[in-house]
Structure formats: structure tokens, C-alpha cells
């Protein structure tokens, strides 16, 4: 089983919509957990990270990690064709590392 | 002013052949690192620096050498290019406080023919 997994999507939605994000994990030591945006031809930038269980907030995006469930969750509210991206979950599991899914291809259509 | 810039953007190389990528952070972090990501788009790490010392090596094969001569820079030296080594290579940096927030350049596209 692998540590993190992340459907590759692709994802596609109208403009307007709530998306939907998901990853799964394997350890339940985990603790820190992030959200990463990464455009075409780009590097991954961070959206948002969560320490253990709970829901935050910034702007149109909510990150949530449900720990019993090992799952952890990105919620865009009001989509934009500008939130077309890959979304990559990422986890640090310590020691200076940090392990990332295999990210979800998300296309908003205006 | 970009925060980690890498170079090249882009490189085509043969098969056998030796090459470089630098990269260099101006935002003070003190770990670096290398990350590959494959053509489906899996971002794996390689090499993790922290003030200039090796702390992660990710089962890469030895032809891969990094050298991190000073905190703000971490080059990746490639020896004996294979075709699988064609991929994103990404630079990060992190604060070690705060590993949580990593930093990314814009990526080096290699590619072995």
C-alpha cells in the first residue's frame, strides 16, 4: 500500500462549482498535512497545510483531515477557470521529508 | 526576484552523457532539496540538504550526486544519462522550523534521447 494516495482525476467542472479533492493515507502518526496547486509548466506552490484532525479555512478553500478515516480533503467553493491545475496532497512524515500523491488534474470551464 | 531559481529551464541530452542543474534560494532557508516528477506527474524526493549536510537520500541511483556548496545552493550533477532519467526536476527549500512549507523553482525539463 502506498503511504499517500490521490486519484490523477482528471477533474473536470463548470465554472460556479464545489470541488471536491481527496487523498488517503496509510499512517496514522501522521500529523502535518498540506495542499499544493500546481500549474502547467510550473512549480507546486503551497495553498494550505493542517496539523492533526480538523478543518481550515482561507478564502474559497477549506482543507479538512478526518484522521480516524486517514483521509484528508481540499474544498474549493465558487470554482474559476484560474483553479485549473493539478492539486497535489502532501504529507510531512519527518526528518526533513515530505511524501506527495500523484496529484489530481482539475480543469474549471468557464 | 524569484525566491529559488533553478538552470537550465530546459535541457535535451544524449544517452551517456554527464550533466548539471544548479539551483539557488535567496529567501535565507536552511534545507534544500531535489524532487523528480515523472510524466504522470508523481513528485518524489530525491535529496534532502539541511545547512549544507546530506540528510535524505531516497535510494537514488549513484550516477546522481548533489553538492550543496553554502545554504543557498544545491546543484544536482548527473553522470551516464539513462532514457529513464528524462523528467521534471524540481528544486525546494524550507525553513527547518517549518518543513511544512516548502518552496519550489520553476523546474528543469530533462531530456535524454
Known amino acids: 500500500q502506498k503511504e499517500v494516495e490521490q486519484d490523477p482525476g482528471p477533474l473536470s467542472v463548470p465554472e460556479g462549482a464545489i470541488v471536491s479533492l481527496n487523498c488517503t493515507y496509510s499512517?496514522?502518526?501522521?500529523?502535518?498535512f498540506m495542499w499544493y496547486r500546481q500549474y502547467s509548466r510550473k512549480g507546486p506552490e503551497l495553498l494550505m497545510y493542517?496539523?492533526?484532525?480538523g478543518n481550515k479555512e482561507d478564502g474559497r478553500f477549506t482543507a479538512q483531515v478526518d484522521k480516524s478515516s486517514k483521509y484528508i480533503s481540499l474544498f474549493i467553493r465558487d470554482s474559476q477557470p484560474s483553479d485549473s491545475a493539478t492539486y497535489l496532497c502532501?504529507?510531512?512524515?519527518?526528518?526533513?521529508?515530505?511524501?506527495f500523491g500523484a496529484g489530481t488534474r482539475l480543469f474549471v470551464k468557464a | 526576484d524569484t525566491a529559488v531559481s533553478q538552470t537550465p529551464k530546459y535541457l535535451v541530452t544524449q544517452m551517456g552523457n554527464d550533466k548539471s542543474i544548479k539551483c539557488e534560494q535567496n529567501?535565507?532557508?536552511?534545507?534544500m532539496y531535489w524532487y523528480k516528477q515523472d510524466s504522470k506527474k508523481f513528485l518524489k524526493i530525491m535529496f534532502s540538504?539541511?545547512?549544507?549536510?546530506?540528510?535524505i537520500n531516497e535510494t537514488v541511483p549513484n550516477r546522481f550526486s548533489p553538492k550543496s556548496p553554502d545554504k543557498a545552493h544545491l546543484n544536482l550533477h548527473i553522470n551516464s544519462l539513462e532514457l529513464g532519467d528524462s523528467a521534471v526536476y524540481f528544486c525546494?527549500?524550507?525553513?527547518?522550523?517549518?518543513?511544512?512549507?516548502?518552496?519550489f523553482g520553476q523546474g528543469t525539463r530533462l531530456t535524454v534521447v
Open positions: 525546494a527549500s524550507s525553513q527547518e522550523y517549518l518543513n511544512t512549507e516548502a518552496f
Open positions: 499512517n496514522s502518526a501522521f500529523q502535518y
Open positions: 493542517t496539523y492533526s484532525s
Open positions: 502532501a504529507i510531512y512524515t519527518g526528518g526533513f521529508k515530505t511524501i
Open positions: 529567501l535565507g532557508h536552511d534545507t
Open positions: 540538504y539541511n545547512n549544507k549536510e546530506l540528510i
